[in-house]
């Protein structure tokens, strides 16, 4: 007879697995790859020489809070660092918000086109996962608060979204928040806020420090280039930081990620090169792209999504296969509900170039876009 192992709980394996964007093509030659919301500039210097100086450690545990790194960032936030949980990526931190505030019998709330791994977390804990639909592609308020019940435990909205680049202003999140009853937990996933140059929006500190049932997630993988070290943070209130350091791991967070974010933070004038050269090309581009045809949601990230025409020669799954024949990967984005879209990250001048020039030869459009 055939012997059977362990089976899962109930549940997990009707998990649709996050698939991220692809990284590589087949053959040895070099890629363009704009499908992960990567920065072109890379870490900071400063971030590079303090991690490789954390090499000369590496038999040691880190510092089992990540207290140098929360005491950074409340230097430079102005926060409580007691209220700071640092986390593998903000990944990491919205599995433990879940994990402590989720069950079986439970619901928590995300907008139609929310970052997959909301829905991963929800069921993740035997909790039902309930979707709004969003308005022009954003997160709706009145959306939301129509889906709350009884069992509705937590709210997760991205701001900005991905993979849409819409965001919701700070009177808007107000709004939600008052809205929701108070035993409802409202996360609000920053990861992108460093990108974001409008007057009306607020990453959620303020939010934090004025609520009991706040939370906001940020990371260090998007403008500070440090991806592959997984690194996030959550500014929480004191009941939540304490849910939360009672079940994350003892020491979750290694110690040279904790070196590298915050030599990352000190160097603000790499931050802002990295903000100031997204808002310029991803107005440049944005306007290259609809002057050849293309559908393009107005972004407040860094990255566009293009819009495609359905089912001909000109459609997302066509242009995708054309690109990839020069080199270049964009990320798809069927799972998320956009069958006829694609999303780009900004990258180099060079890299952002080449993009909108094949997607102008692909169109059927004539000239160069570089400036």
């Not at 701001?159 to 202003?169: E, I």
Request: aromatic share 8%; net charge neutral.
């Amino acid at each position: 007879m055939a012997k059977r192992g362990p089976a899962p709980r109930q549940g997990i394996l009707d998990i649709v697995p996050y698939v991220p964007g692809t990284s590589a093509l087949p053959g040895a030659r070099a890629v363009i790859k704009l499908s992960s919301n990567e920065t072109p500039f890379g870490p900071s210097p400063r971030a590079i020489e303090a991690y490789l100086a954390a090499v000369a450690t590496l038999s040691r545990y880190p510092d089992g809070s990540a207290r140098p790194l929360r005491e950074a960032l409340a230097k430079f936030y102005g926060l409580d660092p007691a209220r700071i949980v640092c986390g593998a990526g903000s990944d990491e931190l919205l599995n433990l918000l879940a994990c402590a505030y989720l069950g079986p019998g439970e619901e928590a709330i995300y907008t139609e086109h929310g970052f997959l791994v909301y829905r991963i977390a929800i069921l993740a804990r035997g909790a039902t996962p309930v979707v709004a639909p969003e308005n022009d592609l954003t997160a709706d308020v009145d959306a939301i608060l129509a889906r709350v019940t009884a069992k509705t435990r937590l709210v997760f909205i991205a701001n900005p979204n991905n993979p849409t680049g819409t965001y919701l202003s700070f009177d808007e999140v107000k709004r939600l928040r008052a809205g929701l009853p108070d035993d409802v937990l409202l996360v609000l996933d920053a990861a992108y806020a460093e990108y974001v140059r409008r007057n009306d929006y607020e990453a959620g500190i303020e939010l934090v420090a004025t609520t009991h049932n706040t939370v906001m997630t940020r990371t260090f993988s998007k403008i500070y280039g440090l991806a592959s070290l997984r690194l996030g943070w959550a500014y929480c209130p004191p009941d939540v930081a304490d849910a939360l350091n009672r079940i994350r791991g003892p020491f979750n967070v290694s110690g040279p990620a904790i070196a590298a974010g915050i030599a990352a933070l000190a160097d603000q004038a790499h931050v802002q090169r990295g903000a100031e050269h997204n808002e310029t090309w991803r107005a440049r581009m944005a306007e290259t792209l609809a002057g050849i045809g293309l559908g393009v949601t107005p972004s407040a990230a860094n990255f566009l999504l293009l819009h495609f025409a359905k089912g001909n020669s000109k459609s997302a799954t066509e242009a995708n296969t054309f690109l990839h024949g020069r080199g270049i990967i964009l990320r798809r984005v069927e799972e998320y509900g956009f069958p006829h879209a694609l999303r780009m990250t900004v990258g180099t001048e060079d890299d952002n170039v080449a993009v909108l020039d094949a997607l102008t030869a692909f169109m059927g459009a004539n000239g160069s876009t570089r400036a």
